[in-house]
């Protein structure tokens, strides 16, 4: 290892030291510096080649790390597909500068990025599309990034995909021509008066049809050729809206859904799948669809429950305050009796006795002598 002689650090002006210390110096700075070009090291890239699939943030549902930069590369099989990208949570902190991008083409490629906002319900890129998510430093955390479901996309309308002749018949087999009404779901949301549902039925029907494609694809169910040939509002049927039985705290604002999928492959266990697993995601919160939960019930019966002990504890406390008052006016009564007969037995006094006022002048005096 060879030591600078002279005093002077070079690459660094202004230190005059030894050469040990200027070594030291150089070799921080040049580790400095390529700390600083480099990419974080919480950083690396991931590869999806699925025609279906779902991305979320690394550690979701947990908060994700700090300083860090993640890139997806999705391929959906030919070159120059529609790729249809479906956010169902979005949760990052954007005001302290944490985004989530995407773009066609491939890491290597100069690309204009689209920075995915929380408006965003549907992205439509091409294949292959890249993802990029960048986080910035925080000292604490608490967001839990993104969940995404993407599918290749060979149509506009909805959910369609490229199937044969002999596919789409057998898929159209599966739709009921009489929609059975046994196999429903009934889920009360609240926050929504049933005027106000009717104008958002369309697109709750539109979100169900969505997350009930993605989970069928998952089962291998084929349902979106049905929503492509019938459209959502025909796969989601609407049996009944009323509002809900036992309901105090939103009152007018908690109704109950009837609701049935139109298909022969789904059935109630199906639907409540569905729907406990997609309830929670960003397209039904983005149209402001929220479940009146068993929690919201419980505060229901707690908040009777304190009533009820109210009311019972004024009709208490009003009941002793007749009776002490009632009783207060029976022992004034005895205590006068008592005293007036106290009274009565005690001989007569001068302050009892009638007073007679003498006749003035017409009363005669007479000498004591001349009574003897």
Same mark, same amino acid.
């Given at each position: 290892?060879? !030591?600078?002689?002279? /005093?002077?650090?070079?690459?660094?002006?202004?230190?005059?030291?030894?050469?040990?210390?200027?070594?030291?110096?150089?070799?921080?700075?040049?580790?400095?510096? %390529?700390?600083?070009?480099?990419?974080?090291?919480?950083?690396?890239?991931?590869?999806?080649?699925?025609?279906?699939?779902?991305?979320?943030?690394?550690?979701?549902?947990?908060?994700?790390?700090?300083?860090? *930069?993640?890139?997806?590369? &999705?391929?959906?099989?030919?070159?120059?597909? *529609?790729?249809?990208?479906?956010?169902?949570?979005?949760?990052?902190?954007?005001?302290?500068?944490?985004?989530?991008?995407?773009?066609?083409?491939?890491?290597?490629?100069?690309?204009?990025?689209?920075?995915?906002? @929380?408006?965003?319900?549907?992205?439509?890129?091409?294949?292959?599309?890249?993802?990029?998510?960048?986080?910035?430093?925080?000292?604490? /955390?608490?967001?839990?990034?993104?969940?995404?479901?993407?599918?290749?996309?060979?149509?506009?309308? /909805?959910?369609?995909?490229? #199937?044969?002749?002999?596919?789409?018949?057998?898929?159209?087999?599966?739709?009921?021509?009489?929609?059975?009404?046994? /196999?429903?779901?009934? &889920? %009360?949301? +609240?926050?929504?008066?049933?005027?106000?549902?009717?104008? @958002?039925?369309?697109?709750?029907?539109?979100?169900?049809?969505?997350?009930?494609?993605?989970?069928?694809?998952?089962?291998?169910?084929?349902?979106?050729?049905?929503? @492509?040939?019938?459209?959502?509002?025909?796969? &989601?049927?609407?049996?009944?809206?009323?509002?809900?039985?036992?309901? !105090?705290?939103?009152?007018?604002?908690?109704?109950?859904?009837?609701?049935?999928?139109?298909?022969?492959?789904?059935?109630?266990? *199906?639907?409540?799948?569905?729907?406990?697993?997609? +309830?929670?995601?960003?397209?039904?919160?983005?149209?402001?669809? *929220?479940?009146?939960?068993?929690?919201?019930? %419980?505060?229901?019966?707690?908040? &009777?429950?304190?009533?009820?002990?109210?009311?019972?504890?004024?009709?208490?406390?009003?009941?002793?305050?007749?009776?002490?008052?009632?009783? @207060?006016?029976?022992?004034?009564?005895?205590?006068?009796?008592?005293? #007036?007969?106290?009274?009565?037995?005690?001989?007569?006094?001068?302050?009892?006795?009638?007073?007679?006022?003498?006749?003035?002048?017409?009363?005669?005096?007479?000498?004591?002598?001349?009574?003897?």
């Amino acid at each position: 290892m060879k !030591f600078i002689k002279n /005093n002077k650090c070079p690459g660094i002006p202004g230190f005059y030291r030894n050469g040990i210390f200027c070594y030291l110096m150089a070799v921080v700075c040049c580790v400095t510096g %390529q700390q600083l070009q480099t990419k974080p090291p919480c950083s690396h890239s991931i590869e999806v080649n699925a025609l279906v699939g779902r991305i979320q943030s690394p550690g979701y549902p947990y908060p994700y790390r700090s300083g860090c *930069e993640w890139t997806y590369t &999705i391929n959906v099989g030919e070159y120059g597909s *529609e790729i249809e990208i479906i956010m169902q949570t979005f949760d990052i902190d954007q005001a302290a500068g944490d985004s989530l991008y995407v773009a066609t083409g491939t890491i290597e490629d100069n690309r204009n990025w689209y920075k995915i906002e @929380k408006t965003d319900l549907e992205v439509f890129v091409r294949s292959p599309a890249i993802l990029k998510f960048v986080t910035t430093q925080h000292l604490i /955390n608490t967001h839990v990034g993104f969940s995404i479901v993407f599918r290749k996309h060979d149509d506009i309308d /909805n959910f369609g995909t490229t #199937t044969t002749t002999t596919e789409v018949a057998a898929v159209t087999s599966e739709l009921n021509a009489t929609p059975c009404y046994n /196999n429903w779901l009934l &889920i %009360q949301l +609240k926050g929504l008066s049933l005027a106000e549902f009717q104008q @958002k039925k369309e697109s709750f029907q539109r979100v169900m049809a969505n997350v009930t494609a993605i989970y069928s694809t998952e089962l291998s169910l084929n349902i979106s050729q049905i929503l @492509k040939d019938i459209g959502y509002d025909k796969l &989601i049927l609407i049996n009944s809206v009323d509002n809900c039985k036992q309901c !105090f705290i939103y009152k007018d604002k908690c109704i109950q859904v009837n609701i049935s999928i139109n298909s022969n492959n789904i059935g109630f266990e *199906e639907i409540r799948q569905i729907w406990n697993l997609y +309830k929670d995601c960003y397209l039904f919160r983005s149209i402001g669809i *929220e479940e009146h939960t068993s929690s919201d019930v %419980q505060m229901d019966g707690l908040i &009777i429950t304190w009533l009820v002990a109210s009311v019972l504890l004024a009709i208490t406390v009003v009941i002793l305050l007749c009776m002490l008052s009632k009783n @207060k006016r029976i022992f004034t009564y005895i205590t006068w009796n008592v005293h #007036t007969m106290n009274k009565s037995s005690l001989p007569p006094s001068s302050a009892t006795l009638p007073r007679v006022d003498p006749p003035n002048d017409k009363l005669r005096r007479y000498s004591t002598k001349e009574f003897f």
